[in-house]
Nanobody, 122 residues
Framework: DVQLQASGGGLVQAGGSLRLACVAS????????TGWFRQAPGKAREGVAC????????FVAPSVEGRFTIFRDNAKNTLYLQMHNLKPEDTAVYYC???????????????WGRGTLVTVSS
């Protein structure tokens, strides 16, 4: 089983930057990805960015492409989400996720870490 510990959220002004980190422990077998999802108040949880576990290819949602970057440090078992030019609409609880099959789809297979709140003020 895999355990995920996310950190790095906070309050930032529009146009600012934040970096989220997710430390993973445990093991998953299968053709999965690890990534970040977010859930804004009153909205459904949505995929933001993911990295395929085996080949390392990445996907970034169109809504954040060009502003967010996902990358990992395998030596530290840590996944990062670098966020630039943040907008008020990026305000959400961000969740680290493992056992992701499709970065744009929430499935019951996903293992979730505890969320970290990102608040972007205008």
């Amino acid at each position: 089983d895999v355990q995920l510990q996310a950190s790095g959220g906070g309050l930032v002004q529009a146009g600012g930057s934040l970096r989220l980190a997710c430390v993973a422990s445990g093991f998953t077998s299968g053709d999965y990805a690890t990534g970040w999802f977010r859930q804004a108040p009153g909205k459904a949880r949505e995929g933001v960015a993911c990295v395929a576990d085996s080949i390392g290819s990445s996907f970034v949602a169109p809504s954040v492409e060009g502003r967010f970057t996902i990358f990992r440090d395998n030596a530290k078992n840590t996944l990062y989400l670098q966020m630039h030019n943040l907008k008020p609409e990026d305000t959400a609880v961000y969740y680290c996720a493992a056992r992701v099959v499709n970065c744009m789809v929430v499935t019951q297979e996903i293992s979730w870490g505890r969320g970290t709140l990102v608040t972007v003020s205008s």
